[in-house]
Each structure stands twice: as C-alpha cells, then as structure tokens.
C-alpha cells in the first residue's frame, strides 16, 4: 500500500472509530435516564462490538490503540511509535 493511501486509511479508520465512541458516551447518558429502552440498549450492545471490531482493525495495521493492558504491544515494544492516537 502508498504511504499516502496508509495514511489516508489511518485517518478514515480513526474518524470511524471517534464517531462510534461518541455515540457510545450519548448513548450512556441517555441509558442514564432511560435504563428500561430496550432498543436504546441493543444499539448501545452493537456499538460497542462495533467500537472493539474497528479498534482490532486499527491496531493489527498502525499499532497500540488502548492503554492500561487493553492492547498487546508488538516486538520490539511500540508504544513510543508516533503519530499516537490523540494526535491524528
């Protein structure tokens, strides 16, 4: 793949993934104060396979995503590899 297609893949994949994950904080708050929507709750559950599928894509391609454990480091350890996450 051209580095500027990698490129162009890593911002589509990472807006992809904000916008499943704002959904997922605007759900939330609304189960707050709606725990019995059923709908509202099976959307949420979809959302957050979707949110788990788009975050496994994007760490098999450009690396590390979730800290605190939820993501396996690559050899040699990849944490330090930029742009990181916040940055795009």
Not at 64 to 86: E, T
Request: no cysteine; glycine share 4%; net charge negative.
């Amino acid at each position: 793949m051209h580095k500027d297609d990698q490129v162009k893949k890593r911002y589509e994949l990472m807006e992809k993934i904000q916008m499943v994950d704002f959904a997922l904080v605007e759900l939330t708050l609304y189960l707050d104060t709606h725990p019995q929507d059923n709908q509202a709750i099976q959307q949420f559950n979809e959302l957050v396979v979707q949110s788990r599928d788009l975050k496994s894509i994007y760490e098999q391609h450009f690396g590390p995503l979730r800290q605190y454990g939820a993501s396996f480091s690559g050899y040699p350890w990849n944490w330090g590899d930029s742009p990181w996450p916040w940055q795009l």
